[in-house]
């Protein structure tokens, strides 16, 4: 068994390539008349008339993606702990919720909250005599505690990884130091965990932002909402959802971006 | 309380008949979506390790596009696209105009989006296989697809299966979203039953039970295939 036998080269790794190589510069001027001929021949008067709404729907699809993500995160946290950690019965709990999450279509668990439990909540008096009554009317909270409990269950998943992928020593040598099992978790576990998580982090959270123009369906407007609206209005097909893959594409963009830059922050021994 | 079960009853005065329907129409959507998707996935993976340089930046957009933009509204354009596009070609070609059945579209429109998924991970499987093994099957004088046929695509397998796994059941939730373009698919039509019952908790439920066995008989079908495929491979935890 020679080392000098293989000829025959079947997977070149790609070259680091440059934007300004021919053919790069051929398909960037393909796609610029691509680009040029739809703002040419489609219809876009439409453009000045919906532009403040669609601001407000960017806007709105931000926020919604924002607190969803945030407290969907808090709610992860102790899902994948007491996975790890915790007793029996908790941790039993915490996988079938993630199953059952998992496991269904997000757009069924929308409309189930919203019509189903929101049909249930319309036929008690007290509910509807209670001081929830004129959130619980509206569609949004229905809308948001979806999405929330779905990024907390797949984010639930990736920190039970992360937990139980932090180093045993690390955790006994914090005892060993005379810490507290509160102290041990707040300087060593959770943040030991959270930075082996931040990478998958990028990704749910680019999922999490593709999930949510599902709520224009119940109602909510966000910038998916507007679009439907223009097409409605406009009885343009192409144009407006054109644009709107446009805005996400260009949403998505700043959020990789944006997390790139974080984890470029935080300092990372060896690899 | 409204948890009436004689409304699931499989005859007609009852809707569970309807709702199997639906479930079928989600499976073979979701069927046929993710063995398109898995054409496409091995077409692209092969063109973006050995194509040439255009055809490995067009996979590159191909599928960067695809995955940052949401499947519901890849969903919409690609079925108004798709279905347009087609009457247009056979107007151009002197037929008359068809009437697309929507599980066509539905297929084609979901083996799309697959297959930008499926791409990434059989690239990544066939760059997990040892290239000797390859090497050595064009030693033995195999064609290129006799050495794709024989060595690569078993040997790639069990780096695969984990991601593909993921994929068919990314694909059975994403059959969902056809019901936004009313392809009567089990959660549209448990969406009908419930409006025109009320009873709108129970069937709700009902369609999440039948997703949920979908989902755990997948996993149980998925773990004898892993099981074979890594016959043979070291055990790793």
Same mark, same amino acid.
């Given at each position: 068994?020679?080392?000098?036998?293989?000829?025959?080269?079947?997977?070149?790794?790609?070259?680091?390539?440059?934007?300004?190589?021919?053919?790069?510069?051929?398909?960037?001027?393909?796609?610029?008349?691509?680009?040029?001929?739809?703002?040419?021949?489609?219809?876009?008067?439409?453009?000045?008339?919906?532009?403040?709404?669609?601001?407000?729907?960017?806007?709105?699809?931000?926020?919604?993606?924002?607190?969803?993500?945030?407290?969907?995160?808090?709610?992860?946290?102790?899902?994948?702990?007491?996975?790890?950690?915790?007793?029996?019965?908790?941790?039993?709990?915490?996988?079938?919720?993630?199953?059952?999450?998992?496991?269904?279509?997000?757009?069924?668990?929308?409309?189930?909250?919203?019509?189903?439990?929101?049909?249930?909540?319309?036929?008690?008096?007290?509910?509807?005599?209670?001081?929830?009554?004129?959130?619980?009317?509206?569609?949004?909270?229905?809308?948001?505690?979806?999405?929330?409990?779905?990024?907390? @269950?797949?984010?639930?998943?990736?920190?039970?990884?992360?937990?139980?992928?932090?180093?045993?020593?690390?955790?006994?040598? @914090?005892? @060993?130091?005379?810490?507290?099992?509160?102290?041990?978790?707040?300087?060593?576990?959770?943040?030991?965990?959270?930075?082996? @998580?931040?990478?998958?982090?990028?990704?749910?959270?680019?999922?999490?932002?593709?999930?949510?123009?599902?709520?224009?369906?119940?109602?909510?407007?966000?910038?998916?909402?507007?679009?439907?609206?223009?097409?409605?209005?406009?009885?343009?097909?192409?144009?407006?959802?054109?644009?709107?893959?446009?805005?996400?594409?260009?949403?998505?963009?700043?959020?990789?971006?944006?997390?790139?830059?974080?984890?470029?922050?935080?300092?990372?021994?060896?690899? | 309380?409204?948890?009436?079960?004689?409304?699931?009853?499989?005859?007609?005065?009852?809707?569970?008949?309807?709702?199997?329907?639906?479930?079928?129409?989600?499976?073979?959507?979701?069927?046929?979506?993710?063995?398109?998707?898995?054409?496409?996935?091995?077409?692209?993976?092969?063109?973006?390790?050995?194509?040439?340089?255009?055809?490995?930046?067009?996979?590159?957009?191909?599928?960067?596009?695809?995955?940052?933009?949401?499947?519901?509204?890849?969903?919409?354009?690609?079925?108004?696209?798709?279905?347009?596009?087609?009457?247009?070609?056979?107007?151009?070609?002197?037929?008359?105009?068809?009437?697309?059945?929507?599980?066509?579209?539905?297929?084609?429109?979901?083996?799309?989006?697959?297959?930008?998924?499926?791409?990434?991970?059989?690239?990544?499987?066939?760059?997990?296989?040892?290239?000797?093994?390859?090497?050595?099957?064009?030693?033995?004088?195999?064609?290129?697809?006799?050495?794709?046929?024989?060595?690569?695509?078993?040997?790639?397998?069990?780096?695969?299966?984990?991601?593909?796994?993921?994929?068919?059941?990314?694909?059975?939730?994403?059959?969902?979203?056809?019901?936004?373009?009313?392809?009567?698919?089990?959660?549209?039509?448990?969406?009908?039953?419930?409006?025109?019952?009320?009873?709108?908790?129970?069937?709700?439920?009902?369609?999440?039970?039948?997703?949920?066995?979908?989902?755990?008989?997948?996993?149980?079908?998925?773990?004898?295939?892993?099981?074979?495929?890594?016959?043979?491979?070291?055990?790793?935890?």
């Amino acid at each position: 068994m020679s080392e000098e036998t293989s000829i025959l080269p079947i997977y070149i790794p790609p070259k680091a390539r440059s934007l300004l190589e021919p053919h790069r510069l051929f398909l960037a001027a393909v796609f610029l008349m691509i680009v040029l001929c739809a703002a040419w021949l489609l219809r876009w008067d439409w453009l000045p008339k919906y532009g403040p709404r669609l601001v407000y729907g960017v806007w709105q699809t931000l926020v919604m993606l924002f607190w969803t993500s945030v407290i969907g995160f808090l709610l992860a946290l102790p899902i994948g702990l007491v996975q790890v950690t915790g007793p029996r019965p908790l941790a039993w709990l915490a996988k079938g919720f993630c199953t059952i999450i998992r496991g269904t279509p997000l757009l069924l668990q929308l409309w189930l909250l919203y019509y189903g439990l929101g049909s249930l909540f319309a036929q008690y008096p007290e509910i509807r005599s209670s001081f929830l009554w004129p959130y619980l009317r509206q569609a949004w909270p229905y809308g948001f505690t979806a999405l929330m409990l779905s990024f907390a @269950a797949y984010e639930g998943e990736v920190m039970r990884g992360a937990f139980a992928g932090v180093p045993r020593g690390e955790l006994e040598a @914090a005892r @060993a130091f005379g810490m507290s099992r509160w102290t041990v978790f707040r300087r060593i576990w959770l943040p030991r965990a959270i930075h082996r @998580a931040l990478p998958t982090l990028a990704g749910e959270t680019v999922l999490q932002l593709k999930s949510t123009p599902l709520v224009a369906t119940i109602t909510v407007v966000d910038v998916y909402a507007v679009i439907s609206k223009v097409r409605q209005d406009t009885f343009l097909t192409y144009e407006p959802l054109l644009l709107l893959a446009l805005i996400y594409l260009c949403l998505t963009g700043a959020l990789v971006g944006g997390f790139h830059l974080l984890e470029r922050r935080i300092p990372t021994r060896g690899a | 309380m409204p948890f009436n079960l004689d409304i699931l009853a499989l005859s007609p005065p009852g809707w569970g008949g309807v709702l199997l329907g639906g479930l079928l129409a989600s499976l073979e959507l979701a069927a046929g979506g993710y063995l398109l998707g898995l054409v496409i996935g091995v077409g692209g993976a092969f063109g973006k390790l050995y194509g040439g340089p255009i055809l490995r930046d067009l996979l590159e957009i191909y599928t960067t596009l695809t995955r940052a933009v949401p499947e519901l509204v890849l969903i919409l354009l690609l079925y108004y696209a798709g279905t347009d596009a087609v009457n247009q070609l056979f107007l151009l070609i002197g037929l008359p105009a068809v009437d697309i059945s929507g599980l066509a579209a539905g297929i084609f429109v979901i083996g799309v989006v697959q297959g930008a998924y499926s791409t990434e991970v059989l690239r990544g499987a066939i760059k997990a296989v040892p290239s000797g093994q390859i090497e050595a099957a064009c030693a033995y004088g195999m064609s290129p697809f006799q050495a794709l046929r024989r060595v690569t695509l078993p040997a790639m397998l069990p780096y695969a299966i984990p991601g593909l796994s993921n994929l068919w059941m990314i694909a059975t939730k994403d059959t969902a979203l056809l019901a936004v373009v009313g392809f009567s698919e089990l959660t549209l039509v448990t969406r009908q039953a419930a409006g025109s019952t009320k009873a709108y908790m129970t069937f709700y439920l009902a369609a999440g039970v039948l997703y949920l066995l979908v989902t755990l008989f997948s996993n149980i079908i998925i773990g004898f295939i892993e099981r074979h495929a890594r016959r043979g491979m070291p055990r790793t935890v």
